[in-house]
């Protein structure tokens, strides 16, 4: 086959071969004119940079799918980047038999230019038969001059036509030209000197060239003058243009007919041909007239927008081109009628109310022919307006109204949020819809865009949107509208503003809520709350989910000074199903030392007195930790509560909230530890914060009444032992306790090392584990300290449970004290044939018997009867 191939390549190659004689004959076709090529090389870097472009994106957008979607997307890559070189393969191929196919290119080449004079001839004979054709005529034969030729052999009658063309008139030289041209010049310099003081402002160019003046108004018209030289100069007006311009109707074009600007042409030249003051004469007519014109586009621009967009945004009240004035209203609310307000009331500018009639008058100056179209708007306004409409700005209503509106929309609203307590910032944002941003927490430096209560006026009937994103639609912003749109007296918009803040701040402390060990209840979960008195009616009641005797009442007022005045009081019900109350400084919860006054121990006696940053009370012996205790003690005076320190207003955000509610959380679990330890005879220090890791701490003092009589002298080897919560990731109790004296230490890794090498070699790795191994016994021989996590349990509360663990954990070490120690005393007389494994506090583990290969464990729990070995 491949043989084949071959002699078919080799006949159509061939010189002698037909077809190379057709091709030969074929015209050679023009780069411009042949099919469109493309480098081979192009087409590899265009599939080289299009398959490293998408391998780019693809590395970086594996980073964020999933491992499926890796997988899914990596095929896709690799399947489009195989079939692109593919398809690349595929052309290469088939360029190698392309040779049979470039004879076609030829063939379409002389096709085409055969089809082009054909084409050609076919027009070519249309023009003939319709233009040249019907106008071939025979000319006018000059009968009466043949006659004369004939007859007197001359030319009497030439015309004038081979005079005109054939006798040349005596024309200017270039230097009679210039020094006419100069002359002019110099001419109308004078005349314009003469004329400057009485010459108009307005005018924007004054040119003289090639003896004329050009005068010109920006915006309005264009004049050329130049003068006759006679006794009494003559003016002659050599072309006017209007420069008036409608690009909104008219697109751009003239608005001022030939046959009008010819008329217009003859009033001008009449009025200025034997004038005093020509410049004027022309300024005076030309810009009243371009001013007229500039109305009636104003006029026709403003009839279209009411049809096209709404007929309350822009409306023609009046038009009168005679006295030059046109009254526009816009913001047009026929529905509402004009309300009756109260006269006791205090009452916003008139500006905020969307019953207002608002009127813009474009009128023409007739006393200051330098002012152009000026501007008056009813009602005024505080704020600078458009007061005229400048020359060299294009001619469009829509543009002037639009800047109006713009200025009375951030005028609207501002006016009013302005004078709203407390007085806060007010902000001016965007551009293509302008809004008012009024911050609706002052106290916060910064607070959320979300919790920014945004105002916007539509631009076309002038109502006024209120919206706070965090709130979604709510029946407080609705008001607001209908009061901004209405009559909008200012004690009911700080009213409704103060309650949106209120709700803001409800939100806030539901969302933190929502996150936190607590869970909202209401009233009637709570019977009992009808008797506390002096709660606001905007208040949340949080339970906490692990002490369900506990509460805390969030209660929101209105301020004229910080806006938002919040509350927090703690609610304990007793088993008498009473409350107590008692008021909570969230500051100081999560500040420096934010150990509240209820969770100190109270003291009795007639001894000197220890203050506190929140209390007093008086150091003597303890009667209970109890906060019911406390707070009886508070509400009957026996302990006084100090002034608070000067700071600024909680309002709190929803961390801040957060770290509220965990901070309250932690130290009534406090509290219940400490009562259940109270119970137990165990004593305590009051629940301080850590200083140096942070976090409250509860301190033990005094276990000894948990230890059993044999236990010796366990507890005078305890330094410490506190209770701390660890809740950074999720909530542990480390029990941690510091001893000293250890009885026994470990020894049997250094027995170890000391059996197989009776002397130990210097600067070897035994030598120095054998240092390390008694330095590390020195030290655990002094002190020791031990943390241990204690585990809850579902069945019991926390406080229970702590407790319990606490009360087993150090009976266990005192009781397993004793017979080590005394186990210590004589343990010299066993070293050779027992090794220490281990003393924990909690269990003993010994290692005996050839190579010590046995170990013994000794520990001890309590017996439902009795305590065993």
């Known amino acids: 086959m491949d043989s084949a191939q071959n002699s078919v390549q080799h006949v159509v190659v061939s010189p002698g071969s037909e077809d190379s004689e057709f091709s030969q004959n074929l015209p050679q076709v023009p780069k411009e004119a042949g099919p469109q090529t493309i480098s081979l090389a192009v087409l590899m870097d265009f599939a080289i940079q299009q398959s490293l472009h998408e391998l780019t994106i693809l590395s970086e957008m594996l980073l964020v799918k999933d491992q499926p979607e890796r997988k899914k997307a990596i095929v896709q890559f690799a399947h489009a980047t195989r079939l692109m070189f593919v398809k690349l393969l595929a052309v290469v191929k088939w360029l190698k038999q392309s040779k049979k196919f470039e004879r076609l290119s030829g063939i379409c080449y002389v096709l085409d230019q055969q089809a082009m004079c054909f084409i050609e001839t076919a027009d070519k004979l249309f023009e003939l038969a319709r233009v040249e054709l019907q106008q071939a005529r025979l000319p006018l034969f000059q009968v009466s001059t043949a006659i004369d030729v004939l007859t007197t052999g001359t030319y009497p009658r030439l015309p004038l036509i081979i005079k005109d063309a054939f006798v040349p008139e005596e024309k200017l030289t270039p230097f009679e030209t210039r020094q006419t041209i100069l002359l002019l010049n110099e001419r109308l310099v004078f005349y314009l000197t003469k004329a400057a003081p009485t010459l108009p402002k307005r005018v924007s160019v004054f040119k003289i060239h090639n003896g004329t003046i050009i005068m010109r108004v920006t915006g309005e018209f264009q004049i050329r003058v130049t003068i006759l030289p006679r006794e009494k100069p003559e003016f002659v007006l050599l072309s006017v243009a ?155 209503i829509n543009s002037v109204i639009s800047a109006v509106i713009e200025v009375r929309i951030r005028e609207r609203v501002r006016q009013v949020l302005l004078q709203v307590p407390p007085h806060g910032p007010v902000f001016l944002a965007g551009d293509a819809s302008p809004s008012i941003v009024y911050e609706l927490l002052v106290h916060e430096k910064r607070s959320h865009v979300d919790e920014h209560l945004i105002v916007c006026v539509n631009a076309f009937f002038g109502h006024v949107v209120c919206q706070v994103h ?23 918009v700080i009213k409704i503003i103060n309650r949106i803040r209120i709700l803001l701040m409800i939100s806030r402390y539901r969302n933190a809520a929502a996150v936190s060990q607590v869970k909202l209840v209401t009233e009637a979960q709570i019977p009992a709350l009808v008797t506390l008195k002096n709660l606001p009616k905007d208040r949340l009641i949080m339970h906490f989910i692990r002490e369900p005797n506990h509460f805390m009442i969030v209660s929101f007022e209105a301020s004229n000074t910080i806006g938002v005045k919040v509350g ?50 008086i150091n003597g012996k303890l009667r209970t930790p109890v906060t019911e205790v406390v707070m009886e003690a508070m509400q009957n005076g026996d302990i006084d509560v100090l002034e608070p320190r000067l700071q600024s207003p909680w309002v709190g955000s929803e961390d801040q909230v957060k770290a509220v509610i965990a901070a309250i959380e932690d130290r009534l679990a406090f509290l219940k530890i400490a009562e259940e330890l109270d119970k137990k005879g165990v004593k305590y220090d009051p629940v301080t914060i850590d200083p140096v890791v942070g976090g409250p701490v509860l301190k033990i003092t005094d276990m000894s009444s948990l230890g059993s009589p044999d236990c010796e002298d366990f507890f005078d080897t305890v330094i410490s032992a506190s209770i701390r919560v660890d809740s950074r990731r999720n909530v542990y109790w480390p029990f941690e306790y510091t001893l000293k004296d250890q009885p026994l230490i470990s020894n049997f890794y250094q027995n170890r090392a000391l059996g197989k090498l009776k002397i130990v070699p210097a600067n070897t790795l035994i030598a120095k584990m054998v240092n390390y191994e008694n330095k590390r016994v020195a030290a655990d021989h002094s002190i020791r300290c031990i943390v241990q996590e204690i585990s809850t349990s579902i069945k019991d509360t926390i406080g229970e449970s702590i407790a319990s663990n606490v009360v087993d954990r150090v009976a266990i070490y005192s009781h397993l004290y004793g017979p080590v120690r005394r186990f210590s005393r004589v343990y010299h007389h066993y070293e050779k044939a027992i090794d220490v ?27 439902p009867t009795n305590a065993q070995y």
């Not at 088993?575 to 109270?602: H, Q």
């Not at 281990?838 to 269990?843: L, R, S």
């Not at 013994?856 to 017996?863: A, N």
């Open 837 to 863: 494994l281990a003393y924990t506090y909690h269990k003993l583990i010994l290692a005996y018997g050839p190579r010590r290969s046995y170990t013994v464990h000794l520990s001890w729990k309590p017996q």
């Open 242 to 396: 209007i420069l008036v311009k409608d690009h909104e109707i008219g697109g751009g074009m003239d608005l001022v007919h030939p046959l009008q600007l010819n008329t217009v042409h003859e009033v001008v030249q009449s009025r200025i041909a034997f004038s005093n003051e020509p410049f004027v004469e022309a300024f005076t007519f030309l810009h009243y007239f371009s001013l007229g014109l500039m109305l009636d586009v104003f006029e026709c621009q403003a009839r279209k927008l009411s049809a096209e967009i709404a007929s309350n945004y822009v409306r023609v009240e009046s038009y009168d081109p005679y006295e030059g004035t046109l009254v526009l209203r816009y913001w047009i609310n026929d529905k509402i009628e004009q309300q009756q307000h109260q006269r006791n009331q205090p009452r916003i500018n008139k500006l905020a109310s969307n019953s207002i009639i608002y009127k813009m008058r474009i009128y023409i100056d007739r006393e200051d022919r330098d002012a152009g179209l000026r501007i008056r708007h009813n009602p005024p306004s505080v704020v600078k307006l458009v007061d005229r409409i400048e020359a060299e700005r294009e001619v469009s």
């Open 470 to 492: 965090c709130l979604g639609q709510n029946e407080e912003l609705r008001n607001l509208e209908r009061e901004l749109n209405g009559s909008c007296l200012l004690s009911e």
């Open 568 to 617: 927090f009081k703690m609610v304990s019900k007793t088993l008498e199903n009473k409350l107590i109350s008692l008021d909570v400084d969230p500051i100081s919860i999560i500040s420096e030392t934010p150990i509240p006054s209820f969770y100190r121990s109270v003291f009795t006696g007639d001894q000197e007195v220890v203050r506190d940053e929140a209390i007093e009370y």
